[in-house]
């Protein structure tokens, strides 16, 4: 099996995320008290990265943390009947913080509604903006992402696959039909 598409090659992944972290300043007015969270699995990664662009461009360290939103997600039920549970990990304090929530892609809008829900239960955040790498839409929430790496109009019928070096061994946005991907 193929995938349909490449939609982002490596560099094209560097430079969306060079992007988002000229936005995220530019939107925030530096980077003083901002972190960054990942969401499990792929959007630790992203996050990681992101926080290193910003330490570059700003010259400050960048707090990060990851976020596991498996006992917050709506569906639970549904995805295993002993789902894994994954370390959420965030060694400071999110309150008098602008908090940068990334993740890999935003489709329906649930993990982001999960991650919402897990993030405030570790504390009262000054603000929460929200960071993708692709935004396929589709959305059945009210949710929309600050800062997107590429909009990418998709069917039901279609998986978008991120994979990264750190998780995967490269770094490449693929587009598959969803049969091909059982």
């Known amino acids: 099996m193929a995938p349909k598409a490449t939609i ?26 901002l972190a960054i969270i990942g969401v499990h699995t792929r959007g630790i990664p992203l996050a990681a990265r992101l ?18 939103i498996t006992l917050y997600r709506d569906d639970l039920s549904e995805v295993a009947h002993q789902p894994i ?15 940068v929530l990334v993740d890999d892609v935003l489709y329906t809008g649930r993990t982001v509604r999960a991650a919402l829900d897990a993030l405030i239960d570790l504390g009262r955040p000054l603000g929460i903006q929200l960071a993708v790498l692709i935004d396929r839409g589709h959305r059945e929430l009210p949710i929309r992402a600050d800062y997107v790496g590429k ?32």
Request: hydrophobic share 40%.
């Open 8 to 33: 982002l090659s490596a560099d094209e992944i560097r430079r969306g995320l060079t992007r988002i972290a000229h936005e995220i300043v530019e939107r925030n007015k530096g980077a003083q008290d």
């Open 51 to 68: 926080a290193a662009k910003l330490s570059e461009l700003e010259g400050v360290e960048i707090p990060t943390g990851m976020l596991d």
């Open 85 to 99: 549970i994954r370390e959420t990990h965030v060694p400071f304090d999110i309150a008098q913080r602008r908090v």
């Open 151 to 182: 909009n990418l109009p998709t069917a039901k019928s279609e998986v978008v696959k991120v994979k990264l070096q750190e998780t995967d061994g490269v770094d490449i946005v693929e587009l598959w039909d969803l049969e091909d991907v059982k």
